[in-house]
């Protein structure tokens, strides 16, 4: 019998992280990254007490996680398996690690730091 | 005795040998970007918690060239991913049927790209709504 | 010109286990017209240029699956596939991709074959019927959520189109993979359980990244990559439903 | 050379063979059985048969109708008692199909539907869109997994059976890939090799359908029987001769001549209803449809084609949508292989040779005359079809006489005991030398394809829709003469891996042999009947003299010795064979016939 894998577990960050990406990322990377930046949004969109109030909410908080946890898992995830497709078997489990340890990492650490703000 | 010998071709460089394959590799090198962007976010996540000065730093290393820069790459890396993502979600959503009838692919793709524009014109219009 | 005077030069992969160390390719020039068939091809060097050149082929429709190979890099059936789309260029002709080559343009099929012995490729019935009973019924829309991977001729395009399977040969594959999600799509069957052991494991679904390109080749219109990709979602409810459900998941 | 002893040895893994092996299989499960064939059986040659499997299924239709369908349709050639067993298991071999899963198409409500086809009086074909033969074949190949006691021989050629005092005991077999040779050893062999198509030019059937289970059974002195009647499928592409299926017919099409004409009514199947009518028209049967084609052609009715003249499948009145549920491969074909959108303009079509209703002797209980041997199939004539098959009774035959070979060489098997080996390898052990013989002889000078290629134009010419005794003498002589060349064959390729010139020219020999069986059988029915059609004062049926079997019995290398046998009549007297509104008069008067004598 063929062993059960635990696929499923990452299949599903990284399935979730790909949607968030494709809905949101693009706009959000114009914003943060270019619009922001270059002045076609006013300074006071993202200041700081604005964007600290949203990340007091709950909508907020939740909006945040997703945005910065689960991409990083579908990133993680893709980069991995790229390894695989690359013939890049050397220090595999090291790589896993290093991997999803970014992810986890990226997830605890807002979660903590948003409950709290 | 068999003369028989089967030959195993190496793969090595497969994915530049067909067109189709270096568009999977784009698509997969996506990642780093949405990677590396969902690093920063985590940074001016972190810069947020450590208060406003820090916050402020955050946002003008934001105004850097080399920043700009990265994040015209990521939007184009982001966008791509938007694409094939909602060209291959039909293949992964469960099968749907209407009035006995499955539901085009062209279909289920179309009402995912109606979905996100409404998405990215309401997260612009909030962030504008000063 | 008419076409009884043009020609076009086709490059075939020849290996001869035999004698050659790897596989080589041999040039031939063949009459040219445009409803010839790349098999049509194929088959005027066997007979009139060079006998020892080996192919596997039969029925010329598209229906049998035995002609597959690569056709200037993509996988094709080469019964269906023109001089046409080619001329004036040349046409490069290879064994299919990602599976052992034999000799020539034939490649060795155990692999897809052991494959599909081990998916159960068969009714199990969820309730018993005699045949004094008659058919069972099945509407035209629970026939519709598996037709369309019952249509697989096992031609391998989708193997010889998946790195997936040439990166990692334990990789069940698009194509038994489709036919696997046949018979659990099919309302009269009843072994889901059993077949979710397969797709749930490393060489099941899980060995596919969605590279996609199986689908894109699939002369068949069988969208082996939904059958493998849906099951990914079967796979994570069954993995997750498990420890909700007394007695082991079985999604619905 | 490996021995391998089994209880039942079938070689041929298409429709007929997979039946037969899963029969064999519950017959008995503690009997083994080698399924043997040359190419995986998936890619047999049942995998293209397209339009559908008849078996009485509504409620107004009845085994009665079944029955006079075929045997008029036979032309009277059939044997009437294997017809009435056909007809009567047909629809329970067609439901056991669908519990092993085929993907039959249905009804809203769920039951199986069934569409009309040519020759049959009452809508009784069960389909699978237009991939039938597929579906079935898939269906049997996938279920036949499911028997432990079924080992597969697949991509192993078979060169000759072992018969020793009287009775069948094996069949040597080549491995494909190896070359390797073994003699599977077993106390009863099912032939199950499908048909032999390829012996003619332009036709239906794969590379694979050269008559090799025919060829084998023959030079062992089972006689091939009604090996003249050839049938012409009338709708197929002119130049490849790949098949357009009679359910374009029977789901409205028209044949049309070069003024867009509906000429079959020229031929009496009138009259001309704009939608179908059963038995009339474009659903006649095939050798009327092509023998009218013939005459069309002779007319100067027929449209210029860069492969010859057509006439044209006109499907455009059934719209897109009906096409492309109901016939999804035909618009393939058409349009990948004509550039031709069947819902828009209309498809050039010219007759091609399709099937062959005669071929290896067999009773009801698919038994040959020499013990041990059963034939199921196309290979097979068990008396079904007599002188013209109705399109849709072949691959119901798959079935239920594939069913009926496995367990009846079950039984057989049983019943007798194995045979010591010893002389029988040394039998194998000859085969064997004379297989490789063609690849270790030199000298050589006769090119392959030109004897193929020269044999099916011979037959073409000789066997044609009509023919006469001059040009089928010619092809006699032309069949002896490639006899005699074939000797000389040069074989460019002496390896053993993966060899198919080697095996292609074996093929070659069953070839020849089966043709010219053929060809004599042919010359010497001097009537009309079927298919087989004369224009030297022989154009009418000649009870008297021909309600007859040809068996053609191989002759070494001297020409098949000709004779015959009764035909076996049960219910139905032979009779005018008529179609469209004569047809409907004619069977009115039967019935008032029968009426009257009962
Ligand atoms: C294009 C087409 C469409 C058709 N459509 C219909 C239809 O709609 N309805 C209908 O009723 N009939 C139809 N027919 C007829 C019907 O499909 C065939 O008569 C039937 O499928 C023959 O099945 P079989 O099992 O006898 O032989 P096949 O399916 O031809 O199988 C022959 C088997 O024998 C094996 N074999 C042969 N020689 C050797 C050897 N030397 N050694 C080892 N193995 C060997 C082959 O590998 C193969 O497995 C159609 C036929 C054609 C050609
Ligand atoms: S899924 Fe398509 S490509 Fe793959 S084996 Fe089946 S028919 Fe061929
Ligand atoms: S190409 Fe291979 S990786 Fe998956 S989608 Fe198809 S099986
Ligand atoms: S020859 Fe049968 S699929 Fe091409």
């Known amino acids: 019998m063929m062993k059960r894998s635990n696929e499923p577990v990452f299949w599903s960050l ?61 990133s993680a995830h893709r980069i991995f398996l790229s390894l695989h497709d690359l013939g890049i078997h050397r220090g595999r489990e090291f790589c896993r690690w290093l991997c999803y340890g970014t992810a986890l990492l990226g997830t605890l650490i807002p979660l903590i730091l948003l409950i709290r703000i | 005795m068999s003369k028989r010998r089967p030959y195993v071709r190496p793969m090595d460089g497969w994915w530049l040998k067909n067109p189709y394959y270096v568009r999977y590799m784009s698509r997969e090198a996506t990642s780093l970007f949405v990677g590396v962007y969902a690093l920063i976010l985590l940074a001016g996540m972190v810069s947020l918690a450590c208060g406003e000065t820090a916050y402020n730093n955050w946002l003008m290393a934001m105004t850097n060239p080399v920043s700009i820069g990265f994040h015209l790459a990521a939007l184009a890396a982001a966008i791509y991913h938007t694409i094939t993502w909602f060209a291959v979600a039909p293949k992964v959503m469960p099968a749907l049927f209407l009035a006995g009838k499955r539901v085009p692919d062209i279909a289920i793709t179309t009402t995912q790209y109606a979905i996100a524009v409404v998405l990215y014109l309401g997260l612009f219009c909030m962030v504008w709504r000063v | 010109m008419t076409d009884i005077e043009k020609t076009i030069e086709i490059e075939v992969m020849r290996y001869h286990p035999e004698q050659d160390a790897s596989p080589v390719f041999k040039t031939y020039r063949i009459p040219y017209a445009s409803d010839q068939s790349v098999l049509q091809g194929l088959q005027y060097i066997k007979d009139y240029i060079d006998g020892t050149l080996s192919f596997r082929w039969s029925c010329r429709m598209a229906i049998c699956g035995s002609c597959g190979v690569m056709i200037n890099n993509q996988p094709k059936l080469s019964c269906k596939t023109f001089l046409r789309d080619y001329y004036p260029g040349k046409i490069r002709v290879e064994a299919l991709q990602h599976l052992p080559i034999e000799r020539d343009l034939v490649i060795d099929a155990t692999d897809f074959i052991n494959k599909l012995e081990s998916i159960k490729p068969y009714i199990v019935p969820r309730e018993a019927r005699s045949l004094e009973q008659g058919e069972y019924l099945q509407t035209p829309e629970q026939l519709a959520r598996y037709e369309q991977f019952s249509s697989c001729i096992n031609c391998m395009l989708c193997y010889a189109a998946c790195p997936q399977y040439g990166l990692k040969p334990e ?11 046949r018979y659990n799509a099919d309302s009269r069957d009843g072994a889901r359980a059993d077949r979710m052991q397969i797709v749930n494991a490393e060489e099941g679904v899980w060995g596919c990244t969605l590279v996609g390109y199986c689908s894109e080749v699939c002369p068949k219109q069988v969208d082996p990559a939904a059958a493998v990709n849906r099951n990914k979602v079967n796979s994570t409810l069954d993995y997750f439903l498990r420890f909700l459900m007394p007695g082991g998941g079985e999604s619905g | 050379m490996e021995t391998i002893k089994v209880d039942i040895a079938i070689v041929g893994g298409g429709g007929a063979g997979l039946r037969a092996a899963i029969a064999a299989a519950e017959a008995d499960a503690s009997q083994t059985i080698a399924l043997i064939s040359k190419v995986y059986p998936m890619r047999s040659h049942t995998v293209a048969a397209e339009g559908g499997s008849a078996a009485v299924t509504q409620a107004h239709d009845n085994l009665d109708h079944h029955f006079h369908d075929t045997v008029a349709g036979g032309d009277w050639l059939c044997e009437q008692d294997v017809v009435e067993y056909f007809v009567a298991h047909a629809r329970e071999e067609m439901v056991q199909l669908e519990h092993w899963g085929c993907p039959w198409s249905r009804k809203d409500n769920g039951h199986v539907n069934v569409r009309a086809f040519g020759g049959m009086k009452i809508e009784r074909t069960w389909f699978a869109a237009d991939k039938t033969g597929f579906h079935i074949l898939h269906t049997l190949f996938q279920t036949s997994m499911k028997y432990p006691s079924i080992r597969r021989f697949d991509e192993h050629f078979c060169c000759d059976l072992i018969v020793e005092n009287g009775r069948c005991h094996g069949a040597v077999v080549i491995e494909v890939a190896t070359g390797k040779f073994t003699f599977i050893q077993a106390r009863a062999v099912i032939i199950a090799t499908g048909g032999a198509g390829r012996v003619f030019r332009e036709n239906t059937n794969g590379g694979i359908v050269t008559g090799d289970g025919m060829a084998l059974a023959y030079r062992h002195g089972v006689p091939l029987r009604d090996m003249e009647f050839v049938q012409y ?50 659903l006649g049967p095939r ?33 897109e949508k009906k096409l492309h549920e109901r016939l999804p491969q035909i618009c393939e074909l058409a349009e990948e292989f004509l550039g031709v959108d069947p819902a828009h303009a209309p498809i050039p079509v010219c007759p091609a040779v399709h099937y062959t209703m005669g071929g290896i002797m067999a009773n009801g209980e698919t038994a040959s005359p020499l013990a041990g041997l059963y034939s199921a199939g196309e290979c097979s004539s068990v008396g079904l079809h007599g002188a013209n098959r109705l399109g849709s009774n072949s691959l119901a035959e798959l079935c239920v006489f594939g069913k009926v070979a496995g367990s009846e060489a079950s039984k057989f098997a049983r019943s007798v005991t194995s045979h010591h080996s010893g002389t029988l390898e040394k039998q194998a052990e000859d085969v064997k030398q004379q297989a490789l013989g063609i690849i270790t002889r030199s000298g050589g000078t006769e090119r392959m394809a030109i004897l193929r290629t020269e044999m099916a134009q011979s037959m073409e010419d000789g066997c044609g829709i009509y023919r006469t005794g001059t040009a089928m003498q010619a092809t006699c002589d032309k069949i002896d003469e490639l006899r005699e060349r074939y000797r000389n064959l040069n074989i460019d390729d002496r390896s053993s891996t993966w060899n198919t010139e080697w095996l292609l020219a074996i093929e070659l020999g069953y070839q020849l042999d089966v043709a010219q069986s053929m060809v004599y059988s042919a010359i010497n029915r001097k009537e009309s009947r079927g298919s087989h059609q004369r224009l030297d004062g022989y154009e009418q049926r000649d009870d008297v003299n021909y309600l007859r079997h040809t068996l053609a019995h191989y002759n070494g290398d001297a020409a098949p010795r000709i004779d015959y046998m009764g035909v076996r009549i049960t219910k139905s007297r032979p009779g005018i064979r008529a179609y469209g509104a004569a047809g409907e008069k004619a069977e009115q008067e039967r019935k008032n016939r029968e009426a009257a004598s009962d």
Not at chain 4, 234 to 239: D, F, H, Q, V
Not at chain 4, 294 to 302: I, L, S, V
């Open chain 4, 287 to 319: 050798d009327r449809l092509s023998q009218a084609f013939w005459h069309e052609k002779q007319k100067g009715k027929t449209i210029d084609g860069p492969h010859g003249q057509v006439v044209h499948l006109d499907l455009r009145h059934l719209g």
């Open chain 4, 233 to 282: 499928h009338p709708t197929c592409m002119p130049g490849t001769g790949l098949l357009f299926t009679e359910a374009c017919r029977g789901e409205g099409g028209f044949l049309l001549n070069r003024d867009g004409y509906r000429y079959l009514q020229d031929y009496g199947l009138g009259p001309p209803d704009p939608s179908p009518r059963n038995k009339a028209m474009e």
């Open chain 3, 171 to 181: 990789f069940t594959g698009p194509g038994v993979l489709a036919l696997l999600h």
């Open chain 1, 14 to 74: 990284f399935g979730a992280g790909g949607v968030v990406a494709a809905f949101l990322l693009p706009m959000l990377i114009f914003i943060t990254g270019i619009a922001l930046p270059l002045g076609i949004l006013p300074p006071e969109a993202l200041a700081y007490d604005r964007i600290h109030s949203f990340a007091s909410g709950w909508p907020g908080k939740l909006f945040l996680l997703a945005v910065i946890s689960l991409p990083l898992w579908q």
